[in-house]
């Protein structure tokens, strides 16, 4: 259409209209689609579940605008013992998926493992078992490469394989393993070994992921984690706490490291910073967002969002994410069914959800999720600990985006960390991942 026009004006009109349809065609080129992806979880409860979740994989699959799924925890039910086989079966299952796969674990992978009905085993012996089963190396599942950034990577965490990151169209992912239901916190007398450790190298990933997506003008920052926080919970920190004789009944809150560095991240981040994870409460709409964390001073941290899930049909919903940086507010979410998607012959469409809202928020949340906090003081820097490597999240092969970023970058910032020489590839048809 725009050659035809330029064809049929002279001189320096053609030339005008010429310069105006490359501008069009440019913008046109710079302009990406909006990112979408899905979460599912809870899906994998016994065998008469792999059928139907294969099914759902393949929907996914079919979908043109998802770019990758989230497991987001529990490939076996609580009531499933925790075998070798059946962690092989899953992993065969969830590897076949057309879609890349990134894999969080769950209360029932490996912290519910010490239960008689489970086979009375070693916790921390399914959990390094699991390690080695599902991340071997740096690919999530799938059929199609995607490459995360690992914790494993980091010399001081070498066994937290499960703990990644990646990136994609501006936005910063980190995957967590903090399981319900009180993030595996035991009350047995001793050193909670395995939880202090992992504490320890979910606070260093949180707070440095979210200055590095600071400092490289990230738009956004999305955690995931299949554990429900009880953000309801919080408390504050006491200068002198330990002359404190009395002691509380409540027992002790298994996030309370998890959510200060969540605030620590919101603050240092400034930008939104969303939060997914499962829930025991029943949501009608498989669903609930607010924004619940508070501070120490008892103040809602105003860039946080939390995004709360509970299916009713865990082998056939996915939770459907979609962003765009020109959006407001950036997200949109809606629950999709298998029955959506309609298993046709070529030339056939894909049917559109019909009962899942466009738009994520209720009547009574806002309407844009906040850009900044302002009652929240700017957080101090991080610690200066950090290794003196830490490898750069990967980056999805999606089309990069002009649009100016959603902060302006702070001047004269000092490097957070050398930045390699070159980007991790995802496939051969990826671009390099930007250094963090």
């Known amino acids: 259409m725009c050659t035809s026009g330029v064809s049929r004006l002279t001189g320096a009109a053609t030339m005008f ?19 979408g992806f899905a979460v599912i979880a809870d899906a994998l409860t016994r065998s008469a579940d792999e059928a139907p979740v294969r099914r759902m994989l393949d929907a996914i699959a079919r979908e043109g605008n998802v770019a990758f799924i989230v497991y987001d925890g529990n490939i076996k039910g609580g009531s499933e013992a925790c075998r070798d086989g059946i962690y092989q079966s899953r992993r065969d299952l969830l590897d076949t998926s057309r879609t890349p796969l990134v894999l969080l674990l769950g209360q029932h992978d490996w912290a519910d493992c010490a239960q008689a009905h489970t086979g009375a085993y070693d916790p921390v012996e399914r959990l390094d078992f699991v390690r080695q089963l599902f991340f071997a190396d740096a690919s999530a599942l799938g059929q199609t490469p995607l490459t995360l950034s690992r914790e494993s990577d980091v010399a001081r965490f070498r066994n937290f394989r499960e ?101 620590k991240a919101a603050e ?40 709360a899930i509970a299916f009713a049909k865990p082998q056939s919903q996915w939770l459907e994410v979609q962003s765009d940086a020109q959006w407001h507010p950036p997200f949109r979410l809606r629950v999709r069914n298998v029955r959506d998607v309609r298993d046709v012959r070529a030339g056939e469409t894909i049917a559109p959800a019909s009962e899942a809202p ?16 302002p009652s929240a003081p700017p957080s101090a820097m991080p610690r200066n600990d950090l290794p003196e490597s830490l490898p750069a999240p990967p980056t999805m092969p999606l089309p990069a985006s002009d649009l100016p970023p959603l902060l302006t970058p702070r001047e004269s910032r000092p490097p957070i960390l050398p930045v390699p020489a070159s980007g991790v590839q995802n496939g051969s048809s990826g671009t390099g991942g930007s250094g963090q």
């Open 163 to 263: 703990i990644v990151r990646w990136q994609a169209q501006g936005i910063a992912f980190i995957g967590l393993n903090a399981p319900s239901p009180n993030n595996h916190y035991l009350t047995a007398g001793g050193r909670n070994g395995e939880f202090e450790d992992r504490a320890v190298a979910t606070t260093f990933w949180l707070e440095h992921a979210a200055e590095s997506a600071r400092r490289t003008d990230m738009r956004a920052l999305v955690i995931l984690l299949q554990g429900d926080p009880d953000f309801s919970r919080y408390e504050r920190r006491e200068r002198f706490a330990w002359l404190r004789f009395s002691r509380s009944n409540q027992p002790r809150d298994g996030f309370l490291e998890l959510k200060r560095s969540l605030v």
């Open 358 to 373: 466009a738009m994520p928020y209720p009547s009574s949340m806002p309407s844009s999720i906040p850009s900044s906090s």
């Open 268 to 307: 240092a981040f400034r930008g939104p910073v969303i939060v997914i994870h499962g829930t025991e409460a029943q949501e009608p709409n498989g669903f609930h967002i607010d924004q619940p964390l508070r501070n120490d001073k008892g103040l809602i941290v105003t860039n946080l969002t939390r995004v």
């Open 17 to 35: 209209a010429a310069l105006l349809c490359g501008a069009v065609a440019h913008a046109h080129a710079e302009s990406p689609a909006p990112l």
